[in-house]
């Protein structure tokens, strides 16, 4: 069974910066796509980032410039880098991987980030 642990979610204050991690297991790592999404209550689920095999890089516009997404397949690791994060990225974060045009889409148990003073 695939799993996907998403950590390094806390408070973090305006402005500052914090880093979200995701390691995944029984799963052939690098060739599925990466990604982060959020969700609110009473909201959608939405993209943030997502990375593909080759390295390529997808954001909401409402991330670019701040947030920056990365992986590491010999840890079977993904990462998102939040810089100058906003009250407005306060969300529970939910891992993904995926392969597109398969049923394989897999999903984290989330890790709540709190944007606050």
């Known amino acids: 069974q695939v799993q996907l642990v998403e950590s390094g979610g806390g408070l973090v204050q305006p402005g500052g910066s914090l880093r979200l991690s995701c390691a995944a297991s029984?799963?052939?790592?690098?060739?599925?796509?990466m990604g982060w999404y959020r969700q609110t209550p009473g909201k959608q689920r939405e993209l943030v980032a997502a990375?593909?095999?080759?390295?390529?890089?997808n954001y909401a516009d409402s991330v670019k410039g701040r947030f920056t997404i990365s992986r590491d397949n010999s840890k079977k690791m993904v990462f998102l880098q939040m810089n100058s994060p906003k009250p407005d990225d306060t969300a529970v974060y939910y891992c993904?991987?995926?392969?597109?045009?398969?049923?394989?889409?897999?999903w984290g148990q989330g890790t709540q980030v709190t944007v606050s003073s």
């Open positions: 990375i593909s095999p080759g390295d390529s890089t």
């Open positions: 029984r799963i052939i790592f690098s060739v599925y796509t």
């Open positions: 993904n991987a995926k392969i597109f045009g398969t049923l394989q889409d897999y």
